[in-house]
């Protein structure tokens, strides 16, 4: 299955296995099972979505909002319970207005994941860790 590294970006083939001990990226060999949010820009957002084989959920969020700020630490805790099973990421709404307005955002925080590329699912509002777990295991 392709993956992207969350350190350099690059687009790595990993034997699709139920649990990892060891996963490095083949570019800058960090290791892929980091789990922090990659920040998407208009730069590299269709890519990584294209080349990820494993579900993509999107945090749309922006710097000046309270829920926003409240949900950023549980989107991070639920990042690490799922290494190369769904990729967590980020949009800034307020640095990629383009981004934004593509998805037809109305409301932050804005929750989407992706599959193969495509939309599968969204939800407005603040969520809580275990609600957030729950979410990314409907998709994996």
Same mark, same amino acid.
């Given at each position: 299955?392709?993956?992207? /590294?969350?350190? /350099? ?11 990892? $001990? ?5 570019k800058c ?6 789990? $922090? ?13 294209? =080349?990820?084989?494993?579900?993509? +959920?999107?945090?749309?969020? @922006?710097?000046? /909002?309270?829920p926003c700020?409240?949900?950023?630490? =549980? ?9 190369? $099973?769904?990729?967590? *990421? ?11 307005a593509r998805?037809?955002?109305?409301? +932050?925080? *804005?929750? +989407? ?16 860790? @275990? ?10």
């Amino acid at each position: 299955m392709r993956v992207i /590294c969350p350190h /350099c970006k690059n687009v790595n083939n990993v034997p699709q296995k139920e649990s990892y $001990k060891k996963a490095n990226c083949g570019k800058c060999k960090n290791s892929l099972l980091e789990t $922090k949010p990659i920040e998407l820009t208009d730069s590299n957002f269709d890519e990584v979505l294209v =080349n990820s084989d494993i579900p993509v +959920i999107v945090d749309f969020w @922006a710097p000046w /909002c309270g829920p926003c700020k409240m949900m950023g630490p =549980n989107f991070e805790q639920s990042a690490k319970k799922f290494p190369l $099973k769904m990729l967590f *990421t980020k949009v800034n709404t307020e640095n990629e207005q383009n981004i934004g307005a593509r998805f037809g955002i109305r409301s +932050i925080p *804005t929750l +989407i994941v992706f599959k193969n590329g495509k939309e599968v699912h969204r939800v407005s509002g603040a969520l809580d860790e @275990a609600s957030l777990s729950n979410l990314a295991s409907q998709f994996i």
